[in-house]
């Protein structure tokens, strides 16, 4: 009878720990997002995209394209300015997916996640940019 409640606050601290660890990496996979096109760092939207991954909402960004966005962000030294947006809320994790909303400069992203070994990474992207001034 005493090993009930001590198996069970055993449990609850590994799956906390579990669930820290998880956002933590997903957390980190949205801002290496962010900061890739920010920054023109492709080693961070290596880290974070999946080449086979959609990230425009008509299909039109490309692994390739984002990439080569960055690539161009770094080129012409057109850096996101200081203090601009880089927010993240997850809003939901499971095993091996996971959904974020990201907040940026251009605008805000919703993304879908998957965990890949210990890695979470980026498989789809919806976004949209700022609403339009009438």
Known sequence: MKKSPLLLLGCLV???AFSQDSKQ???RA???YIEGFYEGDTS???RSLTPSGVYEPDGNMTYRQAIDYAKNVLAKKNFAKEGSPKKIEILDISHSIASAKVTAWWGIDYILLAKHGENWMIEQVLWEGPPEKN
Do not use: P, R
């Open 44 to 46: 961070k939207l290596v």
């Open 25 to 27: 990496k997903i957390e």
């Open 30 to 32: 949205c801002l290496n």
């Open 14 to 16: 590994f799956f906390t």
